[in-house]
């Protein structure tokens, strides 16, 4: 079984910077792809970031330049860095792991339980 920890969200000003991270832990050979989503209400879930396991990353045009994707691997982590924050990056963020497993079945796809980010003055 693989479980997951997220933390990081709340209520920020506009301009203003907070930080996620994921923790990921239990039964992990090795993890593939690493990424960020987001839902803001009323809409679908998008890709906000993606890390893989050389550590090249992809980004939503909306966050370029603002967000950063980073893994520690050894931790089994990963952490969105976010600055220059904007009110319509309000959004309940999710993150994701790609998971090789050390017992069968060997892929799993694990998703964080979400946590909102707020931006308003």
């Known amino acids: 079984q693989v479980k997951v920890a997220e933390y990081g969200g709340g209520l920020v000003q506009p301009g203003g910077s907070l930080r996620l991270s994921c923790e990921f832990y239990?039964?992990?050979?090795?993890?593939?792809?690493m990424a960020w989503y987001r839902q803001a209400p009323g809409k679908e879930r998008d890709l906000v970031a993606v890390?893989?396991?050389?550590?090249?990353?992809n980004y939503a045009d909306s966050v370029k330049g603002r967000f950063t994707i980073s893994r520690d691997s050894a931790k089994n982590t990963v952490y969105l860095q976010m600055n220059n924050l904007k009110p319509e990056d309000t959004a309940v963020y999710y993150c994701?792991?790609?998971?090789?497993?050390?017992?069968?079945?060997?892929?799993?796809?694990?998703w964080g339980q979400g946590t909102l980010v707020t931006v308003s003055s």
């Open positions: 994701y792991a790609d998971i090789v497993r050390t017992i069968l079945p060997r892929d799993q796809e694990v």
């Open positions: 239990g039964t992990i050979l090795s993890i593939n792809d």
């Open positions: 890390i893989n396991s050389g550590d090249s990353t």
